[in-house]
């Protein structure tokens, strides 16, 4: 399964790193990206623009059809807003929000999405 992503901070690079699967990040200046493989994407939260990067990545191409769930990354401290990126992805492309971490994660994070990667019955 491929993890898909991007970073303006490097927290979620770091997060994903720690995953060792195949990655892409994307570049956020040029997201119109075709995939034609398997992928979840890991998104940190973000201002809801950032959403509209999602968006033109994930209307790319045939970028719907691979596209099998979603996690996110933030600061509990946004109450409400916590992930609201990825849920907001999760609820737009009807598919299954599989994770939520703070900051860059820790090992617990790592496993957790692993298994849910795993579940999902792709690799």
């Known amino acids: 399964m491929k993890i898909i992503y991007f970073t303006l901070t490097g927290q979620t690079r770091k997060f994903v790193d720690k995953l060792n699967m195949d990655v892409l990040e994307l570049n956020p200046a040029d997201p119109f990206v075709s995939?034609?493989?398997?992928?979840?994407?890991?998104?940190?939260?973000?201002?809801?623009?950032?959403?509209?990067?999602?968006?033109?990545?994930?209307?790319?191409?045939?970028?719907?059809?691979?596209?099998?769930?979603?996690?996110?990354?933030?600061?509990?401290?946004?109450?409400?807003?916590?992930?609201?990126?990825?849920?907001?992805?999760?609820?737009?492309y009807h598919v299954p929000l599989l994770h939520e971490f703070e900051f860059q994660g820790n090992d617990n994070d790592v496993l957790k999405l692993k298994k849910a990667v795993d579940d999902l019955g792709f690799n």
């Open 35 to 92: 995939v034609s493989e398997p992928f979840i994407i890991v998104t940190p939260t973000y201002d809801k623009e950032m959403t509209d990067l999602w968006d033109d990545f994930l209307e790319t191409g045939n970028n719907q059809d691979f596209f099998k769930g979603v996690a996110g990354g933030g600061n509990l401290n946004f109450g409400k807003l916590f992930v609201f990126t990825a849920k907001d992805l999760a609820n737009d």
